[in-house]
């Protein structure tokens, strides 16, 4: 599975931005999708992540509230809605795909390659 995350860029503290994360093959059935993020001289750290039915997600205290993971399945296309953006959500961010509904990073078997947000202040 080959992952393509897309959509980050440069906004300002309150804004709104909308990842996308493209799947090189059908994941809706196979994969709980994720989405995670590293700041810079930070670990990666969880964001949230996506079952396999659409129906069920789980948020990082964090984000929980801001954030919206959503998939659409005919598309092979996992989204994460960041509203009410803040600088500390400053960070790049990455999606993955594994077959455990879990907030590790260790569960997730494919990444992409990361997309840059920047919050301004």
């Known amino acids: 599975v080959q992952l393509q995350a897309s959509g980050g860029g440069l906004v300002q503290d309150g804004d709104s931005l909308r990842l996308s994360c493209a799947a090189s093959?059908?994941?809706?059935?196979?994969?709980?999708m994720g989405w995670f993020r590293q700041a810079p001289g930070k670990e990666r750290e969880f964001v949230a992540n996506?079952?396999?039915?659409?129906?069920?997600?789980y948020y990082a205290d964090s984000v929980r509230g801001r954030f919206t993971i959503s998939r659409d399945a005919a598309k092979n296309t996992v989204y994460l809605q960041m509203n009410s953006l803040k600088p500390e959500d400053t960070a790049v961010y990455y999606c993955?795909?594994?077959?455990?509904?879990?907030?590790?990073?260790?569960?997730?078997?494919?990444w992409g390659q990361g997309t840059q947000v920047t919050v301004s202040s």
């Open positions: 996506i079952d396999w039915s659409g129906l069920n997600t």
């Open positions: 093959e059908r994941t809706s059935r196979n994969y709980v």
């Open positions: 993955a795909a594994g077959q455990r509904y879990r907030s590790s990073a260790g569960a997730y078997d494919y």
